[in-house]
């Protein structure tokens, strides 16, 4: 499996970005797929994740500011962020979770909250 990101960059404060990710290769392996992101000196965290079947999760943080989606016939997720804020400077990684739990993770792509 093979992830392309794409969509990040530097926004202000309180504004909006729109990531997206498309899958190829083995597509139909995949379950579940989301992001995650890691700042400068900190861990990877959960961003968000959704399952094949639309199931959603959210790191604490992101809940009511970040949706989402995904469209299966594209092998695509899509990440919608509102409200950003300075902590949320990051770079963001997609990821795939195969049926039989492999990882993937595409190149990553740097959001910068600043005014």
């Known amino acids: 499996v093979q992830l392309q990101a794409s969509g990040g960059g530097l926004v202000q404060p309180g504004g909006s970005l729109r990531l997206s990710c498309a899958a190829s290769g083995s597509i139909f392996n995949i379950n579940m797929m989301g992001w995650f992101r890691q700042a400068p000196g900190k861990q990877r965290e959960l961003v968000a994740t959704i399952t094949s079947g639309g199931s959603t999760v959210y790191g604490d943080s992101m809940k009511g500011r970040f949706t989402i989606s995904r469209d299966n016939a594209k092998s695509s997720v899509y990440l919608q962020m509102n409200s950003l804020r300075p902590e949320d400077t990051a770079v963001y990684y997609c990821?795939?979770?195969?049926?039989?739990?492999?990882?993937?993770w595409g190149q990553g792509t740097l959001v910068t909250v600043s005014s």
């Open positions: 990821n795939a979770r195969t049926y039989s739990s492999r990882n993937f």
